[in-house]
């Protein structure tokens, strides 16, 4: 079946950098926008970033907009997130997530729900 693997995460210092990577199999994964979330203790899961199927049209949550880099590689089924200059505040479980693009003539869109979800990689940033 689908599974979407997170790999990465670890403990940094402030204003390091860390790379995460998700690796999926199971699914067309040239078909499916990929994007980035994630959880701290006490708080809503959130949006981090997310990349459109062909990796042309990236989107970043403003607080993480010029530190943080969405990428995928189609050919290795993998997604990735680069993290510059972490701040305390970027603490939190990181999760990958796969949703469905359809495009046609006129253009593309995306489900209005995440499709599969990752289970996860814990990023701490402590001093």
């Known amino acids: 079946q689908v599974q979407l693997v997170e790999s990465g995460g670890g403990l940094v210092q402030p204003g390091g950098s860390l790379r995460l990577s998700c690796g999926a199999s199971?699914?067309?994964?040239?078909?499916?926008?990929m994007g980035w979330f994630r959880q701290a203790p006490g708080k809503e899961r959130e949006f981090v970033g997310a990349?459109?199927?062909?990796?042309?049209?990236?989107h970043y949550a403003e607080g993480v907009k010029g530190r943080f880099s969405v990428s995928r590689d189609n050919g290795e089924n993998t997604l990735t997130l680069q993290m510059n200059n972490l701040k305390s505040e970027d603490t939190a479980v990181y999760y990958c997530?796969?949703?469905?693009?359809?495009?046609?003539?006129?253009?593309?869109?995306?489900?209005?729900?995440?499709?599969?979800w990752g289970q996860g990689t814990q990023v701490t940033v402590s001093s």
């Open positions: 997530a796969a949703r469905r693009e359809y495009c046609s003539g006129e253009g593309c869109f995306e489900a209005d729900t995440i499709a599969y």
């Open positions: 199971g699914l067309p994964f040239g078909n499916y926008a």
């Open positions: 990349i459109s199927k062909q990796g042309w049209s990236t």
